[in-house]
Every structure is written in C-alpha cells, then in structure tokens.
C-alpha cells in the first residue's frame, strides 16, 4: 500500500498520515516518528515529546472539531503490529453522517477496539484527507 497518499502534514520530528481504516472512526490518524531507529515509547525524546503533545496532537483535535464536531480524544502508543514509534489518534463519540458514510462509535465508553471494519471509497479517504489538510497547514 502507498501510505504516501494518506499524509497530511510533515512536521519537524513527525509525519502525520490519515489512517486508511477510517470506518467507524473518521478522521482517525496516527503520527509516525520520523527518526528511524525510534522504535518504544521510551525512545520517545523530549523534542519529539513536545512537538506530538504540544502541535500535533491540539491542530488534529482543532480539524476534527472543525470537521465534524466535538468528541472524545483516544491515544494509542502500541508498536505490537508495526515496531516503530507511532501514534494512533483516533476520535471518539462521533455520531454522525458525512461524504455519505454514516459514522458511528459502536464502544463509546470503551475500548476503541475491536471494531467493525468497513472499507471506504478510496475517493472519500482523500476528501477526509484534504478536508484535514487545509484546516492542519
């Protein structure tokens, strides 16, 4: 897969991507390390640490609420699939239809996951993606 088409943003010590499994949760994104040889959350330093809590994190909950209204914020620092430094950002208690997709969070007091995974027109992703783009600059 080309996760190059799903990139938002290029930050400093971060690269923000759209996630390609956007169903139930729209405008979930994970921020991948840019430095290769971060691997745990321990290897997470301070500029990293700053940069991921302090700008990317407050300008995506800023798109999501501008896109598609207030939610809840769930971070996920896992690296059991993939062993690099990345963090899922995923927006919960979202309720609702756009791009014709009716999103809705199955667990809303629980765990983000699992969930039903439902595949989304490619052409939809790069809308979610563009609409986050021009709000996260």
């Known amino acids: 897969m080309d996760y190059e088409q799903f990139k938002i ?10 996630h390609q499994n956007q169903f139930p949760y729209v405008g979930r994104c994970y921020a991948w390390a840019r430095r290769e040889e971060a691997d745990m959350i321990s290897d997470m330093n301070l500029n990293e640490r700053q940069e991921l809590f302090d700008i990317i994190i407050p300008s995506w909950e800023n798109a ?4 598609y209204g207030n ?10 699939e993939t062993p690099h430094l990345h963090a899922h950002l995923v927006p ?15 667990n809303p007091k629980g ?15 790069i ?9 996260i600059s």
């Open 64 to 67: 999501i609420k501008i896109l």
């Open 71 to 80: 939610f809840r914020t769930n971070i996920a620092i896992l690296g059991n």
């Open 92 to 106: 919960r208690q979202i309720n609702k239809t756009v791009y014709g997709v009716e999103f809705n969070d199955p």
């Open 9 to 18: 943003k290029e930050f400093d010590l971060w690269d923000l991507y759209l």
């Open 111 to 125: 765990n983000y996951s699992p969930y039903e995974k439902r595949d989304i027109p490619l052409d939809i992703i």
């Open 127 to 135: 809308k979610i993606r563009d609409d986050m783009r021009k709000i």
